[in-house]
C-alpha cells in the first residue's frame, strides 16, 4: 500500500469539497464584495434539508437538489434582508465581515436549536470500493469527485458562455461602468447569491456524502479551508479557487499523513498566511494581470 | 471626618459581607450534627458535550444511593440530596462550576468526582474541605497527599497496565495506539505503552487523533500501514466510530481487533462504532477494559433494586445496572454517609478521617452490604466494613485504590459480556 497515493486520493476527496465551496465563496465575492463568513452556516442548511429528505425516504440525489435550493434560497434571502440593507448604508468590508460573523453566529445556535447536537449521517448504498493507481476510494467518494468536477465545468461555461456570465464577469470587474452599460445589477447581484447559495448547499450535501458523520458546526469548521482556497486561488477568481482547493486539500492530506493529524487545519492556515504575504492576489495573479492588460 | 466615617462604614461592611461569606462556605461554623436542611452530595462530571454520558452513570450512582438513604431515614434527621455540577469536560467551566457550588451549596457534604478535568477542580474542593469520591482517572492522582481526595476506581495508569496485560494474554504482539488528544484519553498512555513493551509487546504507530474530525482516513491509512495485530483506544462515540469505518473500508471490510478504555465501555459508544462498522464487527472484534464488578451479590442486588425503582429520577435506569462507574459512585456515597454517621457529624472536616475507618478490612469488623445494615450496625456499637455493589475498596495510604479489571465486550443481542478478567496482581506486575 502506498502512502503518498492513499494520501493524494483523500487530498483530492477533500479538494472536491473544497472546491465546489470556495468556487461558490469567491464567485459571490467577486460580484457582491461581501466576505460572506456565514457561508459554513449556509452549508449546513443544504446539508440538513438533505438529510430531512433522505431520512423521509427520499434519494441522496433528490436531497441533493433540494440541498442547493434550500441554500440557493437562503443564500438570497441573507442578502436581501441583511446583507443588502447594510451595503445600501454604506457599510464597507470590515464592518459587513462584523455582520457576517453576527449572522454565522446567530444561524449556527439557531441550527443547533433546531437540529439538535447530534451527528447525522446519509442513507445511501455505499458501494463498492475502487483501488487505481495505489488510492482507495469509496463510491461516494468517487461520486464526490465527479459532482465537483461537473459543477465546476457548468462554472465555466455559465462565466463564459451565457450572458448572465458575462454580466457577472462585468459587475466584479466595474460595477459602475457595468450600470452605465445597462446591465441589471440587482438582478445579477441576486442571480450571484443564487448561484452562491446553491453551490454551497452542493458542497455542503457532497461533505455529508464523503464523511461518516457530521454535525450542525461541520460547515462552520471547514469555512476556514474555504476562504484559505480562495484567497489562494484570488480572492474573486473562480478558477483561482479551484487551483486553490486542489492544492489546499492535496497538501492538507499529505501534512496529516506524514506529520501529525493535527497539523491539518494549522497547515491551512500556514499556507494562507504565505500567500497573503508573498502573493496575496493568489496563484493565478499573474495571468488575471496578463488579460487585464490584453484587454 | 465624613470621609473617616464612610471608610469605616466600608470597612464594616466588607468585614460583615466576608463573615457572611465565610460562613456560607465553610460548614464548621454550626455545631457538629446540626442540619438546617436537606444534605446535599455533589455529583462533578460532564453532563454536556460529547462526553455527557459520563455525568449521567455517575448522578445515577448518586441518585440510587440517596434513595436509599432516605428510605432508611436519611441522616441525621434530614433528607439527603444530589446536585449535579456540570463540569462541561472543560477545565475552566469545571473551576467555574466547582467555585460556585462550593460557595452556594447549603449543606455541602462531599461530592462524587470530580472526573475529567480533576486537575483543575479537585484543588477547588480541597481547598473548600469537601470530601470528594472520585472517579477521575488521571494518574496526577496516583500518590496524592491531599486529604481530602478518595479514589473508588483505579486509576487510568493501571487501567493502561491492563489493556497491555490482556492484549499479551491474547497473543497479540504488535499494536496500534489511537487516543484523542485530550488529556482525558492521554492519560492511559505512558503506561498502555510502557506495559505492552515491557511484557514483549511491540507498538507500531502511537497516534493522537482529533476529536470530532469529518474524516481519518489519513489516520486509518496509517495505522494499517503499521500492520497492527490489534488498535488500542480512547476518543468519544463519534471519533471512533469515523475512525473505525474509515480502518474497515481501507482493509476491505475486514476489522482489527480492538481495546478500548473503560470510557469506550457506554451504550453510546458502542452504538456509534457499531453502526459505523456492523454489530457483529463490534461483538466479534471489541473488548474494553473496566474496573471490574460483578452484577450479582448482596451488595449489587440492593444496588439494582433500587436503581431501577428510580426512573423517574434516571431515564433508562437499566442502562446503568452493570455499569461499572454508577456502581462505585453508588458507593462513593454509601462511603461518606456512613462515615458521617462513624463520627457523628455530616461535615468533611469531622468524617473525612472515618472514611478508612468504613473501609478498611479489620479483624472484629462487621461486614455491611448497603447503607441500612451499615446504619444499624453503628447504632449498635459496631465497627463495620462496607462491601459495596463494585466489591470491596481497600484505600492505600494515597487514598487511592487499585482493583482487578474485566475485559468486556458485548454479545448478539448487544447485552455486555466478560471476556475475562486482569487481576491487580497482573497489573502490578507490568507497572513494577
Known amino acids: 500500500m502506498s502512502l503518498l497515493a492513499l494520501f493524494i486520493g483523500f487530498g483530492l476527496v477533500t479538494s472536491a469539497v473544497l472546491a465546489i465551496a470556495s468556487v461558490g465563496f469567491t464567485l459571490q465575492y467577486a460580484v457582491t464584495n461581501v466576505l460572506n463568513l456565514a457561508y459554513g452556516e449556509v452549508m449546513t442548511v443544504g446539508a440538513l434539508t438533505a438529510y430531512v429528505i433522505n431520512k423521509r425516504g427520499g434519494s441522496i440525489w433528490i436531497g441533493l437538489v433540494a440541498g442547493a435550493l434550500s441554500a440557493a434560497i437562503v443564500s438570497l434571502l441573507l442578502n436581501r434582508f441583511i446583507f443588502g440593507p447594510f451595503a445600501r448604508r454604506g457599510l464597507k468590508l470590515f464592518g459587513m465581515v462584523i455582520v457576517t460573523i453576527a449572522v454565522s453566529l446567530i444561524m449556527s445556535n439557531g441550527l443547533l436549536i433546531i437540529a439538535g447536537a447530534s451527528t447525522f449521517s446519509y442513507n445511501f448504498d455505499a458501494g463498492p470500493t475502487f483501488t487505481g493507481l495505489g488510492m482507495i476510494l469509496t463510491t461516494e467518494q468517487v461520486v464526490v469527485i465527479v459532482i465537483a468536477i461537473v459543477a465546476m465545468i457548468a462554472v465555466r461555461l455559465l462565466l463564459t458562455r451565457t450572458k448572465l456570465g458575462r454580466a457577472m464577469r462585468a459587475t466584479s470587474t466595474d460595477e459602475s461602468l457595468a450600470r452605465a452599460c445597462g446591465i441589471p445589477i440587482r438582478r445579477v447581484t441576486d442571480a450571484a447569491w443564487l448561484i452562491s447559495g446553491a453551490l454551497c448547499g452542493i458542497a455542503g450535501v457532497v461533505l455529508g456524502m464523503s464523511v461518516t458523520g457530521w454535525g450542525v458546526f461541520t460547515g462552520q469548521g471547514l469555512l476556514i479551508t474555504i476562504v484559505a482556497a480562495a484567497v489562494v486561488g484570488g480572492i474573486g477568481q473562480p478558477y483561482g479557487a479551484m487551483l486553490g482547493a486542489l492544492l489546499l486539500g492535496i497538501v492538507t492530506s499529505l501534512v496529516a499523513g506524514y506529520f501529525d493529524p493535527a497539523y491539518r487545519d494549522i497547515s491551512a492556515f500556514v499556507i494562507l498566511v504565505l500567500f497573503l504575504l508573498f502573493r496575496p492576489k493568489g496563484i493565478l495573479a499573474d495571468v488575471v494581470a496578463q488579460r487585464e492588460v490584453v484587454a | 471626618?465624613?470621609?473617616?466615617?464612610?471608610?469605616?462604614?466600608?470597612?464594616?461592611?466588607?468585614?460583615?459581607?466576608?463573615?457572611?461569606?465565610?460562613?456560607?462556605?465553610?460548614?464548621?461554623?454550626?455545631?457538629?450534627?446540626?442540619?438546617?436542611?436537606?444534605?446535599?452530595?455533589?455529583?462533578?462530571?460532564?453532563?454536556?458535550?460529547?462526553?455527557?454520558?459520563?455525568?449521567?452513570?455517575?448522578?445515577?450512582?448518586?441518585?440510587?444511593?440517596?434513595?436509599?438513604?432516605?428510605?432508611?431515614?436519611?441522616?441525621?434527621?434530614?433528607?439527603?440530596?444530589?446536585?449535579?455540577?456540570?463540569?462541561?469536560?472543560?477545565?475552566?467551566?469545571?473551576?467555574?462550576?466547582?467555585?460556585?457550588?462550593?460557595?452556594?451549596?447549603?449543606?455541602?457534604?462531599?461530592?462524587?468526582?470530580?472526573?475529567?478535568?480533576?486537575?483543575?477542580?479537585?484543588?477547588?474542593?480541597?481547598?473548600?474541605?469537601?470530601?470528594?469520591m472520585a472517579d477521575t482517572g488521571d494518574s496526577a492522582f496516583n500518590r496524592t497527599t491531599d486529604k481530602y481526595f478518595w479514589r473508588v476506581t483505579p486509576p487510568d495508569s493501571a487501567g493502561g497496565y491492563a489493556m497491555a496485560v490482556w492484549a499479551l494474554k491474547q497473543k497479540f504482539m504488535s499494536a496500534a495506539a489511537v487516543f484523542s488528544n485530550d488529556t482525558t484519553a492521554q492519560t492511559s498512555v505512558p503506561t498502555l505503552v510502557s506495559g505492552y513493551k515491557k511484557g514483549g509487546g511491540n507498538m507500531v504507530i502511537n497516534l493522537q487523533v482529533v476529536p470530532d474530525q469529518s474524516s481519518y482516513q489519513v489516520e486509518a491509512a496509517r495505522v494499517l500501514a503499521a500492520h497492527p495485530q490489534v488498535i488500542f483506544t480512547e476518543?468519544?462515540?463519534?471519533?471512533?466510530?469515523?475512525?473505525?469505518?474509515?480502518?474497515?473500508?481501507?482493509?476491505?471490510?475486514?476489522?482489527?481487533?480492538?481495546?478500548?478504555?473503560?470510557?469506550?465501555?457506554?451504550?453510546?459508544?458502542?452504538?456509534?462504532?457499531?453502526?459505523?462498522?456492523?454489530?457483529?464487527?463490534?461483538?466479534?472484534?471489541?473488548?474494553?477494559?473496566?474496573?471490574?464488578?460483578t452484577a450479582s451479590g448482596k451488595a449489587w442486588q440492593v444496588f439494582n433494586t433500587a436503581l431501577l425503582a428510580d426512573s423517574t429520577q434516571i431515564p433508562n435506569p437499566s442502562q446503568w445496572s452493570s455499569d461499572a462507574y454508577s456502581m462505585t459512585d453508588y458507593d462513593g456515597i454509601n462511603i461518606m454517609a456512613l462515615a458521617m454517621l462513624d463520627a457523628h457529624s455530616w461535615k468533611p472536616t469531622d468524617y473525612n478521617s472515618h472514611v478508612i475507618n468504613v473501609t478498611a478490612p479489620g479483624s472484629g469488623k462487621t461486614d455491611v452490604f448497603s447503607f441500612a445494615e451499615g446504619k444499624t450496625a453503628l447504632a449498635a456499637g459496631k465497627t463495620i466494613r462496607y462491601n459495596g455493589a463494585g466489591g470491596a475498596v481497600n484505600f492505600d495510604q494515597w487514598h487511592n485504590y487499585g482493583g482487578d479489571f474485566s475485559a468486556n465486550g458485548y454479545d448478539a443481542a448487544g447485552n455486555q459480556t466478560t471476556a475475562g478478567v486482569v487481576t491487580a496482581a497482573d497489573v502490578k506486575k507490568l507497572s513494577t
Open chain 2, 1 to 132: 471626618m465624613r470621609k473617616m466615617r464612610r471608610s469605616r462604614w466600608a470597612v464594616a461592611s466588607i468585614v460583615a459581607v466576608v463573615a457572611l461569606v465565610a460562613c456560607g462556605n465553610n460548614p464548621t461554623t454550626t455545631s457538629p450534627t446540626a442540619l438546617n436542611g436537606p444534605l446535599t452530595f455533589g455529583s462533578d462530571s460532564s453532563f454536556t458535550g460529547p462526553n455527557a454520558s459520563f455525568g449521567l452513570e455517575q448522578v445515577a450512582g448518586c441518585y440510587t444511593a440517596v434513595s436509599l438513604i432516605n428510605q432508611s431515614g436519611g441522616l441525621f434527621g434530614q433528607q439527603a440530596q444530589c446536585q449535579i455540577i456540570d463540569n462541561r469536560n472543560d477545565p475552566a467551566d469545571g473551576v467555574a462550576a466547582a467555585t460556585k457550588a462550593v460557595a452556594t451549596i447549603q449543606n455541602f457534604g462531599g461530592t462524587l468526582g470530580p472526573g475529567g478535568v480533576a486537575t483543575a477542580t479537585e484543588p477547588v474542593y480541597e481547598s473548600a474541605n469537601i470530601t470528594m
Open chain 2, 235 to 293: 476518543a468519544d462515540p463519534q471519533t471512533d466510530a469515523t475512525f473505525f469505518k474509515a480502518l474497515k473500508q481501507l482493509n476491505n471490510g475486514q476489522m482489527i481487533p480492538i481495546i478500548g478504555t473503560a470510557p469506550t465501555i457506554t451504550a453510546d459508544w458502542a452504538k456509534a462504532v457499531g453502526d459505523a462498522v456492523s454489530v457483529g464487527d463490534l461483538d466479534k472484534y471489541y473488548v474494553g477494559l473496566q474496573p471490574y464488578v
